[in-house]
Structures are given as C-alpha cells and as structure tokens.
C-alpha cells in the first residue's frame, strides 16, 4: 500500500470516528439539539414549551354564565312590595246613566284579582270591571280591593234634577208629555240585540216573575220576559199612576234582578249578565228595568225621552 493510499483511509477512519461522536443529519434517535439550527427528521412533530398567554381548554369559559352559581338578582329592578293604584282619584258624571270605567293597576301580585264595590249604590254603581255607573246626584267612594290591598276614588255625580209638574189632583208629579212605552221597546229591540226570545207577559207570567206588580195602579206596565231556562235578560217599562208608587215598583223589579243572579239564571253566562248588566232606573212616573249587555247605552236612550 503507497502513502497517498493510507493517507486517505485514515482520513476516512477519522471523519467517521467524528460523526459517530457528535451526531449528523442522518441520526434518527428522535433527539433534537439544543441549538436554534437543529432540524427535525422530515415529517415528526415539534414538542415546545406551553405558551402562557393561551387559555387553558380545561377552565371554564368566563364569557358562559356558570349554572352552578345562582345568579345575583339587579336588586335596583325590585318592587319595595305588593302595590294597587287607580288610573282616577276623583271624578265628576254630570248626568243619570253617565258613565266611566276605572282601570287598577297592580304590581307584585301573582293571579291578582280585583273586587270592586261602591259606598253609595243609589249615587253611583259600579261593576266588576271597574265601570261606574251614575245613578243620582251626591258623591259615594268606589273601592278596589286586590286581597289586603285596597285604594279608593271618589265619585261625584251633579247635574239638576229635572222639574216635576204637580198633578191636578196634587196627589203626585209627573212629566208633561206622555212618553209611549211601547214604542220605545220597538225602537231599543230594534237597535240592540237581545240574545233570548222576548214575550210580552201576561197578568200569570208577570205575578210568577215581579209578584206584587199587578197590584200597583198604572197607566202602562209591559214587561218583557222568557220561559227559556237561558235567560240572557228581560225588559219591563212601567208608568205609574201617582208618583208615590215609583219606589214599590223599583223594589219589585230590583228583587227579580237579585233572585236571578242569586241562582236564578242558573248558567254561567246568564248570571254574569244578570249580575254585571242589568239596571233598575226612573224618571218621573216612568220606570225601565234592563238586562242587556248594552244596558248603559239603553238607560241613556231612555233617559233621552224625557
């Protein structure tokens, strides 16, 4: 072997005896250097230290309310407590009939249900949903009332009362004109619906249902009844002979409105009508008992005659 020959094998002997001590591209250990230059084997994955400014995937998400945790109630969107008021205080009804629907507003109250009354029913009625009715001149107090909570409005029904004329006799008063009863029923049957078959009662019907009537003296007495079991209202228009009767007359047709809607209309529906839609008024020697969902709007037409 020549010297050149030697020279280059142990050359080759020392570059292999090198690489074998620090490590080449052609090491597949998986390990990498320490240095910023090292290079992975193709295709294995870069392992680094976690990046403290990324969230960590197993804490909860801050922008996700935590059902765990009741949440806090806005304690400013509270109610102090249960409250009742009226959208009127004090008002004025300037005619017989005349009328106005309040309107409560409650607050802090679940299912709440309001129950209203009048101090005076001969000044002014009112139904259970909150209508007043005014019936004559003086001033009563309407009470709504939702369990313990109760608030109040003063009614104040004027307007003069119209001038009678004495009777020859001097035995009563009553109006000028005659006003033809039986026309009116036409006119009011005419305009608004009565949902059950009217009759004009016989002298049997009329004692079975307004006992006592017959026995009053009059000058007209029609009154206007059903044998139907739903009985959705009546109509009696009645003029009486002296003015000192008008009141036993009022009595007697309050009593048939207060025994039907004490049980006597029997249905749901007819009771509430009975109830809530029926009204006894006069004027003079006349006297009207109504029941009819348009009741207001009758007692209006009747109080035009005069």
Do not use: H
């Not at 003063?154 to 004329?165: D, G, I, K, N, S």
């Not at 008992?289 to 005069?306: G, R, T």
């Amino acid at each position: 072997m020549n010297r050149r020959t030697l020279s280059l094998l142990l050359a080759c002997a020392l570059s292999l005896s090198l690489l074998s001590a620090c490590g080449g591209k052609g090491n597949d250990s998986g390990a990498s250097g320490s240095g910023s230059g090292d290079v992975l084997p193709e295709g294995s994955a870069s392992i680094s230290a976690p990046d403290a400014s990324a969230p960590d995937a197993s804490a909860p998400d801050a922008s996700i309310p935590d059902e765990s945790t009741p949440e806090t109630p806005d304690q400013s969107a509270i109610p102090d407590g249960p409250s009742l008021g009226l959208n009127k205080s004090d008002f004025t009804l300037s005619k017989a009939g005349a009328a106005y629907k309040l309107k409560a507003v409650v607050t802090g109250v679940e299912n709440a249900k309001i129950t209203w009354s009048s101090s005076d029913e001969n000044v002014a009625t009112v139904t259970q949903d909150g209508t007043v009715t005014a019936v004559a001149p003086g001033t009563t107090t309407i009470t709504a009332q939702c369990g313990e909570l109760t608030v109040q409005c003063v009614v104040r029904c004027r307007w003069e009362e119209q001038a009678e004329t004495a009777k020859p006799d001097g035995s009563g008063s009553a109006p000028s004109a005659k006003v033809d009863l039986a026309a009116f029923y036409t006119s009011v049957t005419g305009t608004y619906e009565f949902s059950n078959f009217l009759e004009l009662a016989d002298k049997e019907m009329t004692d079975a249902f307004y006992p006592g009537l017959t026995d009053i003296a009059t000058e007209q007495c029609l009154v206007y009844a059903t044998m139907m079991s739903m009985n959705n209202g009546e109509f009696a228009l009645i003029q009486v002979s002296d003015s000192k009767d008008v009141d036993a007359v009022k009595a007697i047709l309050q009593k048939r409105i207060d025994d039907m809607a004490n049980g006597g209309a029997w249905y749901p529906e007819p009771t509430r009508i009975w109830t809530e839609c029926s009204k006894v008024v006069s004027n003079g020697n006349y006297i009207m008992m109504v029941v009819n969902d348009d009741y207001q709007a009758i007692v209006k037409d009747f109080n035009a005659l005069f």
